[in-house]
């Protein structure tokens, strides 16, 4: 658990905010020397290197692109702001506790969950394949320090960004995320089907801008006899000839690569001079913002894209064992 939640916390790479986080996780509850006892468990990151005064002048003048103004508005000045507060990509920390426990569930169970930077300030990595992708390339992008398939994309994804960041700038990116080892039959039709549970908790993750599985939006711009995945018999038993479909029809697995991509935005928290406005006065504004804000956000949220299709995916796991 500690070496995934290491690739999550901030490190002062080019790619990083500069903060530096042990994130090392306290258990209050739910384990008895060393194995699970029954008991909801229970963690604590504690958060040991903040600077809250970076964030008082938000409660005047809110940065464009963040929720500091609805926030506001909705919470009548009662919220956090120090450090994003309800918003701050810091509550993905606990996020990471329960998909890397539910990570080593699946595992148990012969189902991995791997990702990576699919795309970053608009340069591709590899793709994985849409079928017979195996655990190690799977889990091969996380034990890297920048976590791609193919290092020369990644050397040039980490230039553009550095690039970014030393004009004060941020970049967006894709993170691409696969569940290998998932039977078929995982999932419900309608509004509980395995799509629309690993799109509700990526969504839950700050800066999170859409969602496709297989194909994606580009089947949009196929015909139904490309699109579609032939049945074939292959040693007795059904198999697909192609997974154009992610690995999911109906809400329900197939049993191959359940494979799906997550957009994140450009980091709000730009150092850039920015046009907002003056809460107090109700006057126009000009933002100079203080902080430590990492270039593109999409780069840590590999294993956080990670953590939430494992708690997505193993709660439906165990709602089909309760359906049987």
């Known amino acids: ?5 290491k690739r999550r916390a901030p490190g002062g790479f080019p790619w990083s905010t500069p903060r530096k986080e042990p994130d090392a996780p306290v258990f209050y509850g739910g384990i008895v020397d060393g194995v699970t006892c029954g008991a909801p468990l229970a963690a604590v990151i504690e958060n040991t290197n903040t600077r809250s005064g970076d964030y008082d002048a938000l409660r005047r003048v809110p ?5 500091d103004y609805v926030a506001e ?9 120090s450090g994003g507060g309800h918003f701050s990509a810091r509550l993905t920390a606990p996020l990471c506790i329960a998909g890397g426990i539910a990570k080593q569930l699946l595992a148990e169970e012969g189902i991995f969950v791997g990702a990576h930077l699919r795309r970053a300030a608009g340069i591709d990595d590899a793709a994985w394949p849409s079928q017979g992708l195996e655990r190690e390339a799977l889990e091969a992008p996380g034990r890297k320090e920048f976590p791609v398939i193919d290092d ?3 050397a040039r994804m980490i230039d553009a960004i550095s690039a ?6 941020s970049v967006g990116g894709v993170v691409e995320c696969a569940v290998i080892g998932l039977p078929v039959g995982v999932g419900e039709p309608m509004f509980d089907g395995l799509e629309n549970a690993i799109a509700r908790m990526a969504f839950g993750i700050p800066a999170v801008k859409g969602v496709e599985f297989g194909r994606g939006f580009e089947a949009a711009d196929m015909r139904g006899s490309a699109h579609n995945d032939p049945y074939r018999m292959r040693d007795g038993a059904v198999a697909f000839a192609s997974n154009n479909a992610g690995g999911i029809l109906g809400g329900i697995s197939t049993g191959e690569p359940v494979i799906f991509r997550v957009a994140f935005k450009p980091t709000s928290s730009i150092f ?3 046009q907002s406005v003056d809460l107090q006065t109700g006057e126009d504004a000009v933002l100079s913002l203080k902080g430590r804000h990492d270039p ?7 294993p956080i894209v990670e953590a939430a299709a494992a708690c997505a995916v193993y709660d439906l796991l165990l709602e089909a064992r309760m359906d049987r």
């Open 152 to 154: 020369a994309a990644g």
């Open 63 to 67: 940065r464009p692109g963040h929720a």
């Open 296 to 302: 593109c956000v999409a780069v840590r949220a590999v």
């Open 73 to 81: 508005v909705k919470f009548g000045g009662a919220q956090d702001v």
């Open 272 to 274: 850039i001079d920015q």
């Open 164 to 169: 970014a960041r030393s004009e004060r700038d």
């Open 1 to 5: 658990l500690q070496a995934f939640l």
